[in-house]
């Protein structure tokens, strides 16, 4: 892991229409946001951005169908939270690294 990088971030929003897909990858505040087919595709690995603002916008923009998930993996406080989007809903579960890894230690995992 880089120096610095106390956030990594993942994840796809799916069923956006391209304007909305480039409007949102114009106004993400992550390292990385691109448009791809039918949505967009979120990567970064950095300092504390708002992911919650941004993906309240996000899900105001889906359509019926549409859906995604990011994951942001905070490595201060050592937790994982997966962010599940439904048009108008946002869902957060949070996890702490530990227990997430714990049931997969005996495959080589710390």
Do not use: C
């Not at 480039?22 to 950095?46: C, D, N, Q, S």
């Not at 603002?53 to 105001?60: N, P």
């Amino acid at each position: 892991m880089r120096p610095g990088v106390d956030y990594r971030i993942y994840g796809r929003i799916r069923g956006l229409s391209p304007e909305a897909a480039g409007k949102l990858a114009a106004e993400a505040p992550f390292e990385t946001a691109r448009a791809v087919a039918g949505g967009i595709e979120i990567e970064h690995e950095g300092r504390y951005v708002d992911v919650e603002e941004f993906l309240a916008r996000a899900v105001v923009l889906l359509p019926a169908g549409g859906d995604g998930d990011v994951d942001v993996i905070d490595h201060e406080a050592w937790t994982i939270t997966r962010y599940a989007l439904r048009p108008g809903d946002l869902q957060a579960v949070s996890h702490g690294l530990d227990d997430v890894l714990d049931h997969t230690k005996n495959e080589g995992n710390f």
